[in-house]
């Protein structure tokens, strides 16, 4: 189910999404539910991401069963064959994702001021891996996509500049 992923996600993403706002430094203890769901909006993209790569090389699907059901997809993963149910599944889980990025954001600006310019970074590159799905019109049973450093730098510096001059 969706919760089992989540409390899989706490463990493996949202604790680690803790620890760096304690290293960090935060402004309230609201923040690390900001924390939290930044952790599980880059581990469910870290998930779509390899979904064939997950299925090929360790035979586990981290996506949750009961949604696999609902949008009908049934072999897709084990056979790397895409299908409108798939799409309609990954365009579901994608718009989860970017919901999560949005819900997460306002805990950035609650980070300590050092700390916030690295977190919005990785937020939008991983983002983006969502676009990069989109693109590759959600088929990850195959291959894994991939942001290329010349886009990483075009999302990356007006975020830094805009940082710099605000600060």
């Known amino acids: 189910s969706y919760e089992e992923l989540e409390h899989y996600m706490y463990g493996s993403a949202c604790t680690v999404g803790l620890i760096m706002s304690y290293v960090i430094g935060f402004k309230r203890p609201h923040t690390l539910e900001y924390a939290k769901k930044l952790g599980i909006a880059m581990q469910l993209t870290n998930f779509l991401r390899d ?3 997950d299925y090929a090389h360790r035979g586990r699907v981290y ?8 949008f009908g997809v049934t072999d ?9 149910e798939f799409v309609a599944f990954m365009k579901f889980q994608v718009s989860r994702a970017r919901r999560l990025y949005r819900e997460s954001d306002p805990g950035i600006g609650e980070l300590h001021r050092r700390g916030q310019l690295a977190v919005r970074l990785a937020s939008l590159l991983y983002e983006r891996i969502l676009t990069k799905i989109e693109e590759a019109q959600y088929n990850t049973l195959r291959s894994r996509v991939r942001t290329q450093l010349p886009e990483k730098i075009r999302v990356s510096v007006p975020i ?5 001059y605000n600060s």
């Open 76 to 84: 897709e993963i084990e056979t790397s064959r895409m299908s409108p």
């Open 160 to 164: 830094m500049i805009n940082h710099l």
């Open 63 to 70: 996506m949750p069963q009961e949604e696999l059901k609902r």
């Open 51 to 53: 979904i064939g790569e």
